[in-house]
């Protein structure tokens, strides 16, 4: 299987912040990579798929790069709806595969 | 607007049986890719099992293989999960959603406790 890991695990922010989370691949899974966040008690929301392109209704804040093993999620200014748990996804191989997710808390 | 609901979660013996359902509205059911996506209390994500738009192929994760099976009714609109040998790690909320590699959207979410 196909191990996703994200750091950080956890970091601190505030609003207007630049924010970047990274996921990198136990081997390469070219740009097979999707990018969720979640909030509490709700189902997960897809912000990015294909590495780089922005789900239909995303803000343009969000972005996302890389290929390969190495993956990239800016945030380029934090409101205060982004508060929440990111975690990146595989969808090379099955099984598909998540990142043990970053949360994004209030500094 | 899609919409996915899905339902029967609940609390079960290990070694039992349950059977979730997702409703699903507002796109051509028949034509996409579905999955179960679960999460245990706290804890992060994990893909389950997917099927194929006509039902024809599925996968599942290795630790429910040959204890879960994946389901399609394409003419009521429905995606089903049967769980049999319920073990206390299948504990979790049971989330259905579109799509087999990435999942676009996703339903509220029904919670498994499997407890005695």
């Known amino acids: 299987d196909i191990q996703m890991t994200q750091s950080p695990s956890s970091l601190s922010a505030s609003v207007g912040d630049r924010v970047t989370i990274t996921c990198r691949a136990s081997?390469?899974?070219?740009?097979?990579l999707n990018w969720y966040h979640q909030k509490p008690g709700k189902a997960p929301k897809l912000l990015i798929y294909?590495?780089?392109s922005l789900q239909s209704g995303v803000p343009s804040r969000f972005s996302g790069s890389g290929s390969g093993t190495d993956f990239t999620l800016i945030i380029s200014s934090l409101q205060a709806e982004d508060f929440a748990t990111y975690y990146c996804?595989?969808?090379?191989?099955?099984?598909?595969?998540f990142g043990q997710g970053t949360t994004v808390e209030v500094k | 607007e899609v919409q996915l609901v899905e339902s029967g979660g609940g609390l079960v013996q290990p070694g039992g049986s349950l059977r979730l359902s997702c409703a699903a509205s507002?796109?051509?059911?028949?034509?996409?890719?579905m999955s179960w996506v679960r999460q245990a209390p706290g804890k992060g994500l994990e893909w389950v099992a997917n099927?194929?738009?006509?039902?024809?192929?599925?996968y599942y994760l290795d630790s429910v293989k040959g204890r879960f099976t994946i389901s399609r009714d394409n003419t009521k609109n429905s995606l089903y999960l049967q769980m049999n040998s319920l073990r206390a790690g299948d504990t979790a909320v049971y989330y259905c959603?579109?799509?087999?590699?990435?999942?676009?959207?996703w339903g509220q979410g029904t919670l498994v406790t499997v407890s005695s």
């Open positions: 959603a579109r799509g087999g590699g990435n999942f676009e959207y």
């Open positions: 507002g796109f051509t059911f028949g034509s996409y890719w």
């Open positions: 099927i194929k738009h006509d039902g024809s192929d599925n």
């Open positions: 081997q390469s899974i070219s740009s097979y």
């Open positions: 294909a590495a780089s």
């Open positions: 996804q595989q969808s090379y191989v099955t099984p598909r595969t």
